[in-house]
C-alpha cells in the first residue's frame, strides 16, 4: 500500500513513524514533511495548500490513500479535489470542515442539534460586541470566527480588554476577515479534555482520552501556544464522563452532519471543559490534535492503513480500535522566543541520547549544514514516552528530555504534574478506554 501524509510538523512525524513500524505500508510519502520525517518517509516538496499539486501526485504515484494532518489543506478543499478525480482520501470536504474553519458554524450546528456549549452571540463591530457582553456580563470568551492559527480567542474580564479585543479585531485586524464577525460566548470553568476519534461519516470510533497543555507558562500562566505538552489517558475524564461526551458531543455532531447533507469523514476532535453543568464544547477541529495525536499513536495498536483506508469507503463496520493500556506523554521542547516570535538557527545536540521507550518527533527543525538537526520553528521537537501510567510515561519523557539541548530551549516542566497528583485519579480508573461496542453509531 502506498500512502501519503500531507504536514510537516509533529503530528505528521508520529503519523509516519506509526506507518513505518505499525502497518502494512510498504511506500510512505510526507508533504512536504521534513529532515525529521525523511526517517520514517520519502519527503515530497509539494506545500500543504497546493491542492492541485498534491492530486497530481497522487495520481502519478498511485497512492492508495492520503492522510491529511493540518487544517488548511482541509479547509481549501483537498478531499474535494482527490474525490473529484477518485482518490482515496482520509478527511472532512471542505463542506464537513467548516466545523472547524468557522467557530460560527460550529456554534449555530451546535445549537441546533442540542449540542452542550457555552451560549453565545454574533458581533460584527464594537457596538454589537459590548452589546452581547452586557447579556453575559464579564468575562467572556471572544473568538474570531474563522482559522488563527489558535490565537483567536481572547479571554476578557475587565473593560480595558475588552477596548484592547475591539481594536485588535475590528481596528488592527489582526486576524484579517477571520474576525469579520467574532463570537461573543459565556464564559465557562472547568478542567479541559480532548476527544478524539475517527469518523465514516456514519460511524463513529473513540479513541482514547487526551490532555493538551496550551498555555507557554507552568501553572497554565502566559499567552496560548499551539500546544506544549500532552498526555493520554487524559486522567481527568471517567469511563462515564467520555461516555456522556460520545452521547451528548461526538455522536450528535456525526449524525446531524449527516442529516445536514454534510457527512464528516476524518478525525474528530472535541474540545470539552468538564462544568459543574456537565461536559461543554469548546471547540472542533477536523484533524488530530498536535500535540495529542503524538501520545495518542504511542499507544494506536491498530494498523492506521486498514481503519483509514475503510474510513475513506465510508465503512466502519468491520473495524475495531486497539489502545494500548499503557499510558503516554509528548513533551514540546520550544525555541526561544515562542509563542511571539521562535529563534531559528540554533544546532540540537543529544539526539542520539534517546534510549529506550522514548521517541523523538520534529515538529520545527531542518537539517543543518553539519549533518545534525537545527532549529527551524517554534516547537521544535516532540519528546515522547510510554509508561505502565501516566506517572511513568511522564518520568520517562522528562528523563528523555535530559540529554537534549539547544540554545534557549523551552520546557514546561509541570505537564502531567496536577492531574498524576490528583488523588481522584486513583480512584476513577487510569486508562479510561474505551470499549468498542460503546462505541457503535
Ligand atoms: P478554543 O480555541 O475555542 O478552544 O479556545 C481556546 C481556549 O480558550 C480554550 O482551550 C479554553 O481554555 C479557553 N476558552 C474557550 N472558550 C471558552 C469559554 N467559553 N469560557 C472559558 N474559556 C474558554
Ligand atoms: N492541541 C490542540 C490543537 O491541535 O489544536
Known amino acids: 500500500m502506498k500512502v501519503l501524509v500531507i504536514g510537516n510538523g509533529g503530528r505528521e512525524h508520529a503519523l509516519c513513524w506509526h506507518l513505518a513500524t505499525r502497518s502494512n505500508a510498504t511506500d510512505i510519502y510526507c508533504a512536504p514533511g521534513s529532515a525529521g520525517i525523511a526517517q520514517h518517509a520519502q519527503v515530497v516538496n509539494i506545500s500543504v495548500d497546493e491542492t492541485p499539486q498534491l492530486a497530481d501526485f497522487a495520481e502519478e504515484m498511485q497512492i492508495d490513500l492520503t492522510i491529511v494532518g493540518p487544517e488548511i489543506p482541509l479547509a481549501l478543499g483537498v478531499v474535494n479535489e482527490f474525490k473529484k478525480r477518485g482518490l482515496a482520501i482520509f478527511g472532512p470536504t471542505l463542506e464537513a470542515a467548516q466545523l472547524e474553519s468557522s467557530k460560527i458554524f460550529a456554534k449555530e450546528f451546535m445549537r441546533r442539534h442540542d449540542i452542550p456549549t457555552a451560549d453565545f452571540e454574533i458581533a460584527h463591530d464594537p457596538s454589537e460586541l459590548r452589546a452581547a457582553v452586557g447579556k453575559f456580563g464579564l468575562p467572556v470568551a471572544l473568538k474570531a470566527d474563522g482559522l488563527a492559527a489558535g490565537k483567536g480567542v481572547i479571554l476578557a474580564k475587565t473593560d480595558a480588554d475588552l477596548d484592547e479585543a475591539c481594536r485588535l479585531f475590528f481596528e488592527d485586524r489582526v486576524f484579517g476577515v477571520s474576525s469579520d464577525r467574532v463570537l461573543v460566548e459565556e464564559f465557562l470553568e472547568g478542567p479541559e479534555v480532548s476527544f478524539i476519534g475517527v469518523s465514516d461519516g456514519e460511524r463513529f470510533l473513540p479513541f482514547a482520552t487526551a490532555k493538551d497543555y496550551k498555555r507557554i507558562g507552568e501553572g497554565d500562566l502566559g499567552p496560548n501556544t499551539g500546544g506544549m505538552g500532552a498526555h493520554s489517558p487524559s486522567g481527568v475524564a471517567s469511563a462515564e464522563v467520555a461516555r456522556e461526551v460520545l452521547d451528548t458531543v461526538m455522536l450528535p455532531t456525526i449524525s446531524g452532519m449527516a442529516a445536514e447533507g454534510n457527512p464528516f469523514v476524518g478525525f474528530l476532535y472535541g474540545g470539552i471543559m468538564l462544568t459543574d453543568d456537565g461536559p461543554k464544547t469548546l471547540e472542533f477541529n477536523v484533524r488530530l490534535g498536535d500535540p495529542e495525536a ?88 516532540n519528546v515522547c514516552a510510554t509508561g505502565a501510567g501516566l506517572r511513568e510515561a511522564l518520568r520517562s519523557a522528562y528523563h528523555a528530555t535530559q540529554g537534549i539541548q539547544f540554545s534557549g530551549q523551552q520546557l514546561r516542566g509541570d505537564i502531567g504534574r496536577q492531574v498524576v497528583e490528583s488523588t481522584s485519579i486513583a480512584h476513577s480508573g487510569i486508562f479510561p478506554v474505551m470499549k468498542l461496542d460503546d462505541s457503535k453509531a
Open 294 to 381: 503524538q501520545a495518542l499513536l504511542l499507544r494506536l495498536d491498530s494498523d492506521l492503513v486498514t481503519l483509514l483506508s475503510a474510513g475513506a469507503a465510508g465503512d466502519f463496520s468491520q473495524q475495531r480500535l486497539r489502545f494500548k493500556r499503557e499510558a503516554a506523554a509528548c513533551l514540546v521542547l520550544a525555541a526561544a522566543g515562542y509563542p511571539g516570535s521562535p529563534s531559528k538557527g540554533a544546532s540540537i545536540v543529544g539526539l542520539d541520547s534517546v534510549a529506550g521507550d522514548a521517541v523523538v518527533f520534529h515538529a520545527g527543525t531542518k537539517a543543518s549544514a553539519s549533518g545534525g538537526f537545527e532549529v527551524s520553528g517554534g516547537r521544535v521537537l
